[in-house]
Every structure is written in structure tokens, then in C-alpha cells.
């Protein structure tokens, strides 16, 4: 995943998260496609839409799936070399207009798992957090390591 230093639990469960939202949007994506019968136009294209999030999300999650469509692989590929803010921001761009057009269960459950997956290929790209003593030391270089003791002091023992 672009040499990312992240557990392994973010890894694989952002990946587990995006594949399982991506089948859900596929399924729910045709239940929305049904609101045709009731003239429900908006709900129509929101489903259309959903349903190519979904095929777009399961072929960079999963290109196993696809593996008839030969650019498919590559396309994973060349999406994995990215940083992975832009995974981040392109899965939470994706999730949003399915919601907006049709309001509804079926479309904020399936498009939610797909923005959380956009929400956790975020928090990887924001890297490991700093140790105390890396924390520190950074104070210390900026000049604000003199303010935190007082700072700390007056949180503790507040002045009456």
C-alpha cells in the first residue's frame, strides 16, 4: 500500500472494508434502480451511480475479481503507487452524490462503508504517531517547550 508504515489491522481492514462496501453498493445499487417502478427518477440515477462506485471501489480493492478485463490489474497498480490521501479523497468523493440524489438506508449504509474506507486510507496517509520523547523534542526546537510546564501547572491548580 504505497510503503505505508501502518499496522497491518489498517491495511487489510480498509481493504476488507472497501471490498464489502463495494458489494453492498452493487446490491443496493439495484435495489435503487427499482425505484424506476415507482418513478422515482433521482432515485434511478443514484443507484446507477452507486453501482459503478461499487464496480470501481471492488476492482481497486480486489482486481482479483476482474481478472477477464486485463487493464483492470494495472489500473490497481498504478492506483497503489499514489499517496494514499488521494485513495482517501477520491473514495469520499465517490460516496457522496449517491446519498445526495436518494436519501435513503439503502443508499447512506453501502456508500457510508465506501467513505469509511476513504476515511481509514486517510488516517494512513497521516503516518504513525510521534513518541513522547520525538513530541518533546520537536517542543523544544520550537520554543514552546518553556510554556507547556506553566501551561500544565495552571490545567492542574487553578488559580482561586
Known amino acids: 500500500m504505497g ?12 481493504r476488507l472494508l472497501g471490498i464489502v462496501g463495494a458489494f453492498f453498493c452493487i446490491l443496493f445499487g439495484l435495489w435503487n434502480v427499482v425505484g424506476i417502478l415507482l418513478l422515482n427518477i433521482s432515485c434511478l440515477v443514484s443507484g446507477i451511480l452507486q453501482m459503478v462506485v461499487g464496480f470501481i471501489v471492488m476492482a481497486l480493492e480486489a482486481p ?20 494514499l490521501w488521494n485513495r482517501a479523497a477520491f473514495y469520499c468523493a465517490i460516496a457522496l452524490p449517491p446519498v445526495i440524489l ?9 456508500c457510508g462503508l465506501v467513505f469509511g474506507t476513504g476515511a481509514i486510507y486517510g488516517l494512513m496517509g497521516l ?11 520537536a517542543a523544544v526546537q520550537s520554543g514552546l517547550a518553556g510554556a507547556y510546564p506553566r501551561a500544565r501547572r495552571r490545567m492542574i491548580a487553578p488559580a482561586l
Open 102 to 110: 436518494c436519501p435513503g438506508l439503502s443508499s447512506v449504509f453501502p
Open 64 to 83: 482479483c475479481c476482474f481478472f477477464c478485463i486485463e487493464y483492470v490489474n494495472e489500473m490497481a497498480n498504478k492506483v497503489e503507487s499514489r499517496p
Open 127 to 137: 503516518g504513525k504517531k510521534a513518541s513522547a520523547d520525538e513530541m518533546r523534542q
Open 3 to 14: 510503503g505505508v508504515d501502518a499496522p497491518w489491522y489498517m491495511k487489510y481492514g480498509g
